[in-house]
C-alpha cells in the first residue's frame, strides 16, 4: 500500500556523479529510518546508506567518502549523493524505509546505475 520511487539512475563514467531521489507517495508516519540499498549483478541485496530520524548516518564501508545520505524538504524523502563513482558500484539501487513500531520495511522498484565507459 505504501509505495516508494526512486529516480536518478543512469549511465554515469568512473569517477562521475550521480544524486538518486526518493519519495513516498504517501505520508509516512512513525518512520525510523531511510535509506539505499542496493543489489550489484549476481550479488545479494546490500545496504548503501541510512539515515535516522534523529539524523544519524550509517554507510558501507565501500561507499564511505563517497556517497552522501540527506533527507528532502519534503517529509518522507530521501537523496543519495554518488560521487567519484567506480565500475563495481553498477547495481539496481533501492529506497527504503523502515517503521519504528513495527520494524517493517518498505521498498522502492529499483533504479539501475551503470558506472562504465
Known amino acids: 500500500q505504501v509505495q516508494l520511487v526512486e529516480s536518478g539512475g543512469g549511465l554515469v563514467q568512473p569517477g562521475g556523479s550521480l544524486r538518486l531521489s526518493c519519495a513516498a507517495s504517501r505520508s509516512i508516519f512513525h518512520i525510523y529510518s531511510m535509506g539505499w540499498y542496493r543489489q550489484l549483478p549476481g550479488k545479494q541485496r546490500e545496504l548503501v546508506a541510512i539515515?535516522?530520524?534523529?539524523?544519524?548516518?550509517n554507510y558501507a564501508d565501500a561507499v564511505k567518502g563517497r556517497f552522501s545520505i540527506s533527507r528532502g524538504n519534503v517529509k518522507n524523502t530521501v537523496y543519495l549523493q554518488m560521487n567519484s563513482l567506480k565500475a563495481e558500484d553498477t547495481a539496481v539501487y533501492y529506497c527504503n524505509a523502515r517503521i519504528s513500531t513495527t520494524w517493517e520495511d518498505y521498498w522502492g522498484q529499483g533504479t539501475q546505475v551503470t558506472v562504465s565507459e
Open positions: 539515515i535516522t530520524n534523529s539524523g544519524a548516518t
